[in-house]
């Protein structure tokens, strides 16, 4: 072990992370030293990500260098003329990212791979967008999005601009692996940019990410935007220049942010963890909010791939939107925009709420599902779509929301837009999101959806081989009707729908359950990726009664859920 370590501190190039090691060795830190060099970090279809520090296990120069090596080695490989081409990179504010997306660069011109890298932090989105508006064959963004301070991480884009997916994500990990263990070539960045192999992206190319959003047709929609109110907070990240540029350019004139969370910071100071949907992360925008007694409380992650919104209840008070219901939203109020236009493709995952499917037969539109994750969500609208079926909108219920083509991955900027425009039309019609939401549930059925996980000892049985071993034919005593097993890629039929022959589902092998229940339900139950737990989410449906209101529903459907959960975690 002593052996392997002193070689990757002699292969280190950061005298930081070389003096972290020597510190453990000398201290006879063993079980950090194990934790380091047990394996490496993963690569997959999300990139790397971890936590900062010394080791192949860990977030680090080399590691970079390492695997920037072997992605461009797999390009090289996979992608015609992609020395040409290039590859874009950007950063988040994450105290690592700048120095991270320069040794990338410096990797990749070693290699002759043209590189443009950005001047400055960007949204993940403008990267994505970036990989089209350019013609790269890849792209590259540094951030660890909401994650702790402690993390860092390193996203790729394919040539199509959408996440990767396999068989490039084994691929790509394949050449890592064989550039760790080679002499590292790295290019001075001036010399690569005096070679013509790195250019700089400055505010021009900015410019035409704001262009080219705010010229798609669904954010023309400019219904008295001076009449409503914003609060926004970048929560410390990237977002806020974009943000608040993007807004006044459509009108909207009363944005106030939170001068504390504004500038990017990786230390994150004011937030314990920086995801919009933890508990607390919100706080200071909806106190900005109340202070200005503005229509809306919005928020973008740090790297402002996702939007979150608070909005006033029938009480006064600011309220937090589901992602489901942001989604919901969304998918009612683009079909009414484009409505006219050609066949409209719209999706959402697995695990998200199954309303949009109704929203969208309701306007004759065409949907699709994916397996969990916005690396599927886009690959699939772009084989979905067709000239006469052209993607519209997808959504995931974690915070995630892509309007249009023009970006595709999840755009927390263009999704801030859009719900902005959404709420002015609302309130010129003398309506509210909450008004907008009961009409929506009045016309298809009270959806309200909820995920528990539990935790699970490391040497746990595969809770999925459990209960294929043993199916289940209830759930909290209601029949389940419908059972998709998505390793096998089949629907099987039960109870009152025994009759019914077997079908098969067109989704990648995923060991995922899911089941539908008499009454409307559905659970989903699936292995966590990363940890020992398994993930259940949850979806009830009520009708809501001609006369009874929203919160009457809403208790509804929350005291069936609550027995929903509480009766299925205990038969696990």
Not at 15 to 31: F, K, V, W
Request: charged share 20%.
């Amino acid at each position: 072990m002593n052996t392997i370590i002193s070689q990757w501190i002699t292969r280190d190039p950061d005298p930081r992370t070389q003096q972290e090691l020597q510190t453990l060795l000398d201290s006879g830190n063993d079980a950090e030293l194990q934790a380091r060099f047990s394996g490496r970090l993963e690569f997959g279809t999300a990139g790397l990500r971890g936590v900062v520090g010394a080791g192949p296990n860990r977030m680090n120069r080399l590691v970079i260098q390492e695997t920037a090596t072997g992605l461009g080695q797999y390009l090289l490989l996979q992608i015609e003329e992609a020395d040409h081409r290039g590859v874009i990179i950007g950063y988040d504010g994450r105290l690592d990212s700048k120095q991270f997306a320069q040794d990338a660069a410096a990797a990749l011109t070693a290699m002759g791979i043209k590189v443009y890298l950005t001047s400055k932090v960007a949204a993940t989105p403008l990267v994505a967008f970036g990989v089209k508006q350019l013609g790269t064959a890849a792209g590259i963004v540094v951030t660890a999005s909401h994650n702790p301070p402690e993390y860092n991480g390193f996203k790729v884009y394919w040539e199509n601009g959408a996440q990767i997916i396999a068989p490039h994500d084994s691929g790509i990990a394949a050449e890592i692996d064989k550039a760790a263990a080679q002499p590292l070539h790295l290019m001075d960045l001036e010399q690569a940019e005096h070679q013509g192999l790195l250019v700089w992206l400055e505010d021009d190319f900015y410019q035409a990410y704001l262009d080219a959003q705010l010229a798609n047709p669904l954010l023309q929609n400019h219904h008295q935007p001076a009449a409503v109110s914003i609060a926004y907070t970048a929560m410390h990240g990237v977002g806020a220049d974009m943000a608040e540029t993007m807004l006044k350019r459509v009108g909207f004139e009363h944005v106030y942010s939170v001068a504390a969370q504004r500038e990017p910071d990786g230390t994150f100071p004011t937030v314990n963890f920086p995801n919009p949907e933890e508990a607390g992360a919100m706080d200071l925008v909806i106190a900005e909010a109340k202070k200005h007694n503005a229509t809306l409380a919005c928020a973008n992650d740090p790297d402002a791939d996702r939007f979150a919104v608070a909005v006033r209840d029938l009480h006064g008070e600011y309220k937090m939107l589901t992602g489901d219901q942001v989604g919901i939203l969304f998918g009612h109020y683009l079909l009414n925009v484009a409505s006219g236009s050609s066949e409209n493709l719209v999706g959402t995952t697995i695990v998200s709420s199954s309303l949009l499917e109704k929203i969208a037969h309701a306007h004759q539109a065409n949907f699709f599902q994916t397996l969990t994750g916005f690396k599927w969500l886009t690959n699939v609208a772009m084989q979905k779509q067709t000239e006469t079926s052209q993607f519209l909108f997808a959504y995931e219920e974690a915070l995630g929301y892509t309007v249009g083509s023009k970006v595709w991955d999840k755009d927390g900027l263009t999704a801030l837009v859009a719900f902005a425009q959404m709420t002015a039309e609302l309130t010129a019609k003398g309506q509210s999101i909450w008004s907008q939401l009961e009409a929506i549930y009045r016309q298809h059925g009270f959806y309200l959806n909820a995920q528990r996980s539990i935790a699970l000892m490391p040497d746990s049985p595969a809770i999925g081989s459990v209960l294929r071993a043993s199916p289940p034919s209830r759930i909290a005593g209601v029949d389940i009707v419908q059972t998709d097993d998505l390793q096998i890629a089949q629907r099987t039929f039960s109870g009152s729908l025994a009759a019914k022959p077997t079908e098969s589902i067109d989704l990648p092998a995923s060991d995922v359950l899911i089941y539908h229940l008499e009454n409307g339900a559905r659970v989903v139950v699936r292995p966590s990726g990363t940890e020992p737990k398994v993930k259940c989410y949850y979806e009830v449906v009520e009708q809501m009664l001609e006369d009874e209101s929203y919160e009457d529903a809403k208790q509804r459907a929350e005291v069936q859920m609550a027995a929903l959960i509480s009766e299925h975690q205990s038969s696990l």
